[in-house]
């Protein structure tokens, strides 16, 4: 048990497709992050989100979008990608706390391919 | 603007044998966080280790330790008495810390280090 579960572990999709990912925190933790990896290049962080609420939003294209229903929930919801767009998206979280630091934990990421 | 560079793609060590992974940062900020974290095949991101600026006395971790130097903006990683349970991608990150309420836990990661351990 990771404490972040990510679904789906793969998957591969059309460039004229919707799809979304989901992200669920078992920690009670209050701030969710999504993050892009790809191959050979750091990990950018393209949403965050405290107590529900977007906080942060790194110039990500609007095919991603993403929804935060609660504090143990997060969504990416997919359209009309492009094969650039394909990579490993994490999912993390962290308790923050005022001047405090909290580590991430981090979810097993699900491997998206654009065909 | 903060980046983290770490110049080694790839390194290898045999087992029990130790092994250092560099890791440079660029910031102004004087108080900040420094991370290393571990992925694996599994590919989830696991914490190794953490050091805050502020604080001189390296960090420990069991068989992992950092060489922390704050002049030289420089944040590497020992792990002694390697094992094959080593082998993975390593990232050395950087983060500001948090002085308010909010998610402010931004992380700025390196390009990573793929470590092999070899029997």
């Known amino acids: 048990e990771t404490g972040v579960t990510q679904t789906p572990r793969h998957l591969v999709m059309g460039m004229t497709n919707k799809k979304s990912l989901k992200c669920e925190q078992h920690l009670g933790h209050n701030a969710m992050y999504w993050y892009k990896q790809s191959a050979k290049k750091p990990l950018e962080l393209m949403f965050v989100y405290s107590l529900e609420e977007r906080v942060e939003n790194n110039s990500v294209p609007s095919r991603f979008s993403p929804e935060c229903p609660n504090s143990s929930h997060l969504f990416l919801h997919l359209h009309t990608l492009q094969p650039e767009d394909s990579a490993l998206y994490l999912c993390?979280?962290?308790?923050?706390?005022?001047?405090?630091?909290?580590?991430?934990?981090f979810g097993n990421g699900t491997r998206l391919t654009v065909t | 603007a903060q980046t983290v560079t770490q110049s080694q793609p790839e390194m290898s060590v045999q087992e029990a044998e130790t092994v250092t992974l560099s890791c440079t940062y660029d910031?102004?900020?004087?108080?900040?966080?420094l991370f290393w974290y571990k992925q694996p095949p599994s590919r989830q991101m696991i914490l190794v280790i953490r050091q805050e600026a502020y604080k001189q006395q390296n960090a420990t971790e069991n068989r992992f330790s950092v060489n922390f130097q704050k002049a030289a903006k420089s944040f590497s990683l020992k792990i002694s008495d390697s094992q094959l349970g080593d082998a993975a991608m390593y990232f050395c990150?950087?983060?500001?810390?948090?002085?308010?309420?909010?998610?402010?836990?931004?992380?700025?990661f390196g390009t990573g280090t793929l470590l092999a351990v070899q029997p």
């Open positions: 910031t102004s900020e004087n108080n900040y966080y």
């Open positions: 990150a950087y983060r500001i810390p948090s002085n308010y309420g909010g998610a402010t836990n931004k992380l700025i």
């Open positions: 993390a979280s962290s308790q923050d706390l005022p001047g405090r630091n909290s580590p991430l934990h």
